[in-house]
């Protein structure tokens, strides 16, 4: 539902800011608009990746369609650059061949309109994102919100030049969006690709599940080579258990499920694999499990 709502406001936003343009003949509102037609393209996107990231699992993603969420995120962040170099190469064109644009209040107040629209969905998409840890609501919601600071900027400068008659500000508007722009889809790359890499969980994370283990895993010994990494939604835990030699595989088997209840309790959707090994396997250099 949240997909298809920013598949909505996108294209109100898109109407607004390119009639804007077409009011005004603006560089810089030019520039606006063809970084909202990415906001478009992200949204039908963002579909598609949230509809693959709730499939099942299968024969050939045993481990779920998580990561289509972040191939999502990646790709509306290679748009996103090309959208830069797109408006950057505008604004340069606009430096050499400068002229004041025409009904500037008409454009201030589309444009400011389609900044107010965006402020309020990207809100949403953010608090959302965060809710449900989906990499491509809170891409979405970065690029919409960034697209709002843009807006703002924007139109203020927009502004002063009718006020001070400098027609070159208008390119120096442009070019400041392509850098906003670029800024935006660099972090947008660098976050996904983090993801895709199977990168680690934050230290804060990491320190729960430790405590988590330890805290119910009485009965065992120690516990460690502790690994986690998070796929949207998903996380992934593996490590080694320790217990007594001489404990039965029911009351291992006891100690794994308590372990994996408490997890998924606390971090929501987790696929758990523990590895039990007997004493002698002790490294003492693990989680020590509390009396």
Same mark, same amino acid.
């Given at each position: 539902?949240?997909?298809?709502?920013?598949?909505?406001?996108?294209?109100?936003?898109?109407?607004?800011?390119?009639a804007a343009w077409r009011a005004t003949g603006s560089v810089a509102l030019y520039s606006d608009t063809l970084e909202t037609i990415i906001n478009v393209v992200a949204a039908v996107t963002g579909l598609w990746a949230l509809h693959v990231a709730s499939l099942p699992p299968d024969a050939n993603h045993t481990y779920?369609?998580?990561?289509?969420?972040? &191939? *999502?995120? +990646?790709?509306?962040?290679?748009?996103? !650059?090309?959208?830069? #170099?797109? $408006?950057?190469?505008?604004? =340069?064109?606009?430096?050499?061949?400068?002229?004041?644009?025409?009904?500037?209040?008409?454009?201030?107040?589309?444009?400011?309109?389609?900044?107010?629209?965006?402020?309020?969905?990207?809100?949403?998409?953010?608090?959302?994102?965060?809710?449900?840890?989906?990499?491509?609501?809170?891409?979405?919601?970065?690029?919409? &919100? *960034?697209? +709002?600071?843009?807006?703002?900027?924007? !139109?203020?400068?927009? #502004?002063? $030049?009718?006020?001070?008659? =400098?027609?070159?500000?208008?390119?120096?508007?442009?070019?400041?969006?392509?850098?906003?722009?670029?800024?935006?889809?660099?972090?947008?790359?660098?976050?996904?690709?983090?993801?895709?890499?199977?990168?680690?969980?934050?230290?804060?994370?990491?320190?729960?599940?430790?405590?988590?283990?330890?805290?119910?895993?009485?009965?065992?010994?120690?516990?460690?080579?502790?690994?986690?990494?998070?796929?949207?939604?998903?996380?992934?835990?593996?490590?080694?258990?320790?217990?007594?030699?001489?404990?039965?595989?029911?009351?291992?088997?006891?100690?794994?499920?308590?372990?994996?209840?408490?997890?998924?309790?606390?971090?929501?959707?987790?696929?758990?694999?523990?590895?039990?090994?007997?004493?002698?396997?002790?490294?003492?250099?693990?989680?020590?499990?509390?009396?």
């Amino acid at each position: 539902m949240i997909a298809w709502i920013t598949l909505g406001v996108s294209i109100v936003a898109l109407a607004m800011k390119y009639a804007a343009w077409r009011a005004t003949g603006s560089v810089a509102l030019y520039s606006d608009t063809l970084e909202t037609i990415i906001n478009v393209v992200a949204a039908v996107t963002g579909l598609w990746a949230l509809h693959v990231a709730s499939l099942p699992p299968d024969a050939n993603h045993t481990y779920g369609h998580y990561k289509a969420e972040y &191939l *999502s995120a +990646v790709a509306e962040g290679v748009l996103v !650059v090309m959208t830069a #170099i797109t $408006i950057g190469h505008e604004a =340069w064109k606009g430096w050499f061949s400068p002229h004041l644009p025409t009904n500037s209040l008409m454009g201030v107040l589309f444009n400011g309109g389609a900044g107010v629209l965006n402020l309020a969905w990207g809100t949403v998409m953010m608090a959302a994102g965060r809710r449900h840890q989906s990499p491509t609501l809170i891409a979405g919601g970065q690029h919409v &919100l *960034s697209d +709002v600071w843009a807006s703002a900027a924007l !139109v203020a400068g927009f #502004i002063l $030049i009718p006020l001070t008659g =400098w027609d070159r500000l208008d390119s120096i508007l442009a070019g400041l969006i392509a850098l906003n722009v670029l800024r935006t889809g660099w972090d947008m790359m660098r976050t996904s690709i983090s993801g895709l890499m199977d990168a680690a969980p934050d230290p804060e994370t990491l320190a729960r599940i430790r405590q988590i283990i330890s805290a119910n895993a009485s009965g065992a010994i120690e516990a460690h080579d502790i690994r986690a990494r998070t796929v949207g939604a998903m996380t992934f835990i593996e490590f080694h258990l320790v217990v007594a030699s001489d404990m039965t595989v029911e009351d291992a088997h006891q100690i794994c499920d308590r372990i994996e209840e408490a997890l998924r309790g606390d971090l929501g959707s987790a696929l758990i694999n523990i590895h039990v090994e007997p004493e002698r396997k002790a490294k003492h250099n693990g989680v020590v499990v509390l009396p």
